[in-house]
């Protein structure tokens, strides 16, 4: 699972200083969450479904063959939420016994027809009818619905919309769809008889084995699959997809798509077998399963789902060329619901309190594959960017990585298991070496494979394969909670010819870790690895001539720590130039930025930043320079106008544009009229910014130009001034996310959260029902993401409170447009009602 992440930096912004949530207890104890008891071991999961599209139902037939686990027993207990039963009987090679059964409160007790023993197989087949919307459990911060199964536009009412059927079984939501126990811990083969209209392709787990045409226009598609993997991971899709089909070796790899990208479907999804091939070499254990394909779904409730062998995404993951030549923004995605097929479909974590045997390795994958195509330069900036958002949030830092007492299984979906669990593996990884690490993710693999595990076989996976007691790092990193905070001083001994450092952890339980110490003597560093024991206060003394130039703590970038420090605008030139390591080279960057316009050491930085390989620094300098700023211009101005044309990178080029548009100098509209025309998005959005801030006349002809749908969070924030103040129509339902969170957009930057404000006041006095829904549905992620916050909440309730009475007011202005109003008031009262 890939969480669906919100635009702007939003989860920054409602958890900043000015609206974050205090810690509290309740003063209760919390609930021990363990491991679900099996009783019953299933076997295999036989289903026949055909679709009710005006109902939104599925009519289901089940064959579910299990047996005891250990204990003898002579009843069966299913899952089966918001359903229909009609018939429970014992299915003995085809003929059919009724048995007696009871459903109440979502499950399914069946009495079977005597006592069976272990490894005694039996198989009860149910008659169901699937009611996703009778349904009633919640999202979460991840998943924001819960209802298993979803019908896309399925009367075809929306003419915008395609109509499509997915569905969505983590964390228990499998059970809506058809009776099971849908617990992680349970494990069964599968084969899926799906009827559809024969317009439609259907997708799910395995293998298609056979394709049958029906009567009335319909088609059955069989799909087998012959390997075990827990019932959340089930999944079926229909809808009208192009199937472009690529290969890894003899395995096929499908890219399921809608017709409309079919021309893009390689670009988007076209380093699939490349990451394969990757991800099989690096852990020496193959793709363990039949095929792979992928699909997108519209409305999908999160960002993605690793279903085995057939990974649903977001519809965000389709791009045209105009955002692809910037970037493809769903690499890191694909990348990690793929790695899932090892870590969470092959081996899958035994219950939601260890979800980091899932989840911190898919999100650790992302980093494998950015270091491998793109260098590590790129990977550490991926991961530096991850972990920055667990360290910015202090909701989390009392959560445990491995979680007994959760709340709500829903919210172990989070920063902590996420991205700070990514970065622990990072330092895992550099502290046992590569060998080491691979060859015990390898070893964990097969010891566990088509089986469930938690964290401490993990460790002793680690351990058998080094050597090495890791329970000091287990027991800090994944069963406590927090991390190093670290200030640190240094004093330098002329008779000895030494420098003190002192490393002070400022949190309330010292950890212990290995530490890469910079000292840098006559401008020049050299690199000292310590170790920091689990107290207040550790120091350490080294050689050196005299008293250091810098000292650099955390040099290699590895430690997940929060570090204060502070150091002159020469200290950071100094640390910049001499630092192979990506994450020193940005923090001098972005240690100078209050001091950019006022030291001529700050400029010389930005001059090097300008020339670094890697172009996320030269983007970060762009970002900071000021050319209105005479000394910057006279210093910068020429190698900025060489990155605004040739860059290899649009992204920088664009950088460089916006940096050149400030000026406001009209002898860069020719680069600016250039730019209106590229390929990129990103050069298109700060090009017309850029004209636009010299000759605001031509708005209305020039907004149209950019596929603000594919914009990325920089561009939506440049563009939505314009596009509010000149009422660009035709790019309404796109600033609908940003136009939902002007409350808490106002705290971190009240110019672009006044233009946020007055584009949600443009939404709700006009007559646009997707704009409306937009914001409703940006609102329902927030919900989830606000749990800890009830003054986020609070402030999101109002500003929907606001927008309906607005919608009120249109309603009595505009009388003839009363159908389509309505409905929007009706997702208003939905939005507002689901915050209760």
Known sequence: MRKAILSIAILGILFSANVSAQTETSGREKVYRATPAKVTELKHTKLKVNFDYQKEQMNGEEWLTASPYFYAANELTLDAKGMLIHEVALDNNGKKSPLKYDYKNDVLKISLDKTYQKNQEYTVYIKYTSRPNEVKQEGSMAIN?????????????????????????????????????????????????????????TLSNGLLKESKKES?????????????HSTYLFFMGVGEYAIVKDKWKNIPVDYYIEKEYEPYAKQIYGNTPEMIDFFSKKLNYDYPWAKYAQISGRDYVSGAMENTTATLHGSDILQKPGQLIDENTWEDTIAHELFHHWFGDLVTAESWSNLTVNESFANYSEYLWNEYKYGKDQADYHLMTDVNNYLHNPSDFNKNLVRFNYESREDVFDLVTYQKGGGILNMLRNYLGDDAFFAGMNDYLKTNEYQNAEAHQLRLSFEKVSGKDLNWFFNQWYFGSGNPKLNYSFTFEPVKKQVAVTINQTQEKPFEFPLAIDVYDNGKPKRYNVWVNAETKNTFSFDVSKTPDLVNINADGVLLADITETKTPEQNLMQFTNSKEFKSRYLALTGIKDQAGKSSAAVKLLAAALKDPFFRVRIKALNLIDLTNPEQMKALGTEVEKLASNDPKTLTQAA??????????????????????????????????????????????????????????????????????????????????????????????????????????WIMTSDNLRATESITKVAGYAKNQMADNPQAKMMMVQMLKDGLSKKMELLKQNPQNAASINRQIDVMNKAIENYK
């Open 656 to 761: 460089a544009i916006t940096a050149l548009g400030k000026t406001k100098d009209k002898k860069y509209l020719p680069l600016f009229e250039k730019g209106i025309s590229a390929v990129s998005n990103a050069v298109k959005g700060s090009s017309m910014s850029a004209l636009l801030s010299i000759d605001p006349s031509r708005a209305n002809n020039l907004a149209d130009k950019i596929d603000m749908k594919g914009a990325s969070d920089a561009l939506q924030a440049q563009l939505l001034p314009i596009i509010v103040k000149n009422r660009i129509t035709s790019q309404i339902e796109n600033i609908a996310p940003l136009a939902a969170f002007y409350p808490f957009i106002k705290f971190q930057n009240p110019e672009l959260g006044k233009a946020a404000e007055d584009g949600f006041n």
């Open 216 to 228: 009335n226009g319909l088609r059955t598609d069989h799909w087998v699959m012959d390997k075990r």
């Open 145 to 201: 619905d819960a209802k298993g199964l979803y019908f896309i536009n399925p009367q075809g009412t929306d003419p915008d919309m395609p109509t499509q059927i997915w569905t969505q079984g983590e964390t228990e939501s499998s059970s809506a769809w058809f009776p099971t126990i849908d617990k992680p811990n349970q494990k069964t083969t599968q084969e899926i008889y799906m009827t559809v209209p024969d317009k439609y392709v």
